[in-house]
């Protein structure tokens, strides 16, 4: 059993920053990609970054040079750092995460998300 926790999401100005943080619990062997997608109401959830367990990211077009994601292996945790937060960016930010267990097995994992809203 694999839970995935948020946490960071709220309030913030134009401009302003925001940090997330997405940890990884249970019965864990290793956690391989991790990745944020995103959700604005009444759109798809999308692809904003992610990041190899070797530390490898990709970003989408419309947050690079804004967001960083970076993760630590041994706290099972990744974090997505953003700045310069505009009004599209508002939406519900959920983590993913494939991990591999003790039994073992591979799982594809999300959290519940958490809410981020840029406005004035």
């Known amino acids: 059993q694999v839970q995935l926790a948020e946490s960071g999401g709220g309030l913030v100005q134009p401009g302003g920053s925001l940090s997330l943080s997405c940890v990884v619990h249970g019965s864990i062997d290793r956690v391989v990609d991790m990745s944020w997608y995103r959700q604005a109401a009444g759109k798809q959830r999308d692809l904003v970054a992610s990041i190899s367990r070797g530390g490898i990211t990709n970003y989408a077009d419309s947050v690079k040079g804004r967001f960083t994601i970076s993760r630590d292996n041994a706290r099972n945790t990744m974090y997505l750092q953003m700045n310069n937060l505009k009004s599209e960016d508002t939406a519900v930010y959920y983590c993913?995460?494939?991990?591999?267990?003790?039994?073992?097995?591979?799982?594809?994992?999300w959290g519940r998300g958490t809410q981020v809203t840029v406005s004035s």
């Open positions: 993913r995460a494939q991990v591999v267990t003790t039994v073992p097995s591979m799982l594809d994992s």
